[in-house]
């Protein structure tokens, strides 16, 4: 950075990923201060509503008076769109992706449509709405057992359920249906899990995932030794572009800007399908993003200040064409 910004990390969060928030906050808060930035930490409560969430941002902004608001927010209210929103409305520079990319990223189902759109392999899927009381049995449809059952805005595979008999159908969309009023009932596709993050418009090195558990679940993703991580990858070299491909075209088909984690199953014919774009995925020093990026040499420290560096130099740009205007929309 040409110079020190003042930078608001905001985590925490109304979300079922609070905890996970505060980890990838904390770790943000360490890295731009050992960088020598003005780095103020704010954690946004998770005992409110969002209209409380959005509240207490349009008052801790103007307090901490921040060039760089660092979003470290997993799940509603981070991903969703709104803190993004409020950021447009505040008129703060903030990282990673806009409004319209985040909401696309956090609803799985709108997020499936631009992947096919994009011509991009995802699993065969359909949504089933809970409230409609539609016989569970009824709502696999054409599908076939084993099936994964997730609600269709969540993050960190909370409420996420692998059918294996066609009678736990109905436990399962109650379980999602405890965290969206849409579920998501997909097929499951063997093959070997990976993910790719994107940063500044790169594709990083292909990590794979290998649970030690039925699947890459919560507390796969949180406990200590419970998931080997390859870093990178021991695809065959030409899998690991493809995959690499993938992810980027998800990335932009979204909209996407800056930096995004894209999760794929390469499938038993070597080919990659798209689950999901994570538009701010775990950041903490030893999260999978930050795991990538040093396989390229790009240090946690790095990577936090290339993402902030990001979104401070795009806040520049946008007041330069408004001072050439005659207009200002930054504070």
Not at 28 to 44: H, I, K, M, N
Not at 174 to 186: F, G, K, Q
């Amino acid at each position: 950075m040409s110079s020190l910004p003042r930078v608001m990390v905001l985590m925490g969060g109304p979300s079922a990923e609070h905890a996970i928030s505060l980890k990838s906050g904390h770790g943000v808060v360490e890295a731009l201060t050992r960088r020598g930035c003005v780095v103020s930490p704010v954690t946004v409560p998770q005992d409110v509503t969002t209209d409380e969430a959005i509240q207490f941002v349009r008052i801790s902004v103007p307090r901490e008076n921040p060039d760089v608001v660092f979003l470290a927010l997993h799940g509603a209210f981070g991903e969703d769109g709104t803190v993004q929103q409020l950021c447009e409305e505040l008129g703060v520079a903030y990282t990673g992706s806009d409004p319209a990319a985040s909401r696309l990223g956090m609803d799985k189902i709108a997020s499936r449509r631009r992947f096919e759109r994009a011509g991009l392999r995802t699993p065969a899927w359909r949504v089933v709405d809970p409230a409609a009381g539609e016989n569970p049995q009824r709502a696999l449809g054409t599908q076939r057992v084993p099936v994964v059952v997730k609600p269709a805005n969540q993050g960190s595979s909370i409420g996420v359920t692998i059918v294996q008999d066609a009678g736990q159908i109905g436990g399962a969309i109650r379980e999602a249906a405890r965290y969206d009023t849409r579920v998501l009932i997909e097929e499951f596709i063997q093959g070997r899990e990976v993910t790719v993050g994107i940063v500044a418009e790169r594709p990083l090195p292909v990590v794979e995932i290998q649970a030690h558990r039925p699947f890459f679940d919560y507390a796969a993703k949180y406990t200590p030794g419970q998931t080997t991580y390859l870093v990178p990858s021991t695809l065959p070299a030409r899998t690991a572009r493809r995959a690499q491909h993938t992810a980027l075209l998800a990335h932009r088909a979204l909209g996407c800007r800056d930096f995004s984690r894209v999760d794929l199953i390469i499938d038993r014919r070597n080919r990659p399908v798209v689950l999901e774009v994570n538009t701010i995925p775990g950041l903490t020093p030893t999260s999978l993003l930050p795991k990538a990026a040093g396989c390229l040499g790009l240090s946690y420290d790095d990577l936090c200040e290339r993402l902030t560096s990001m979104a401070l130099d795009r806040a520049v740009r946008a007041e330069a064409i408004h001072d050439s205007l005659g207009v200002s929309t930054l504070r």
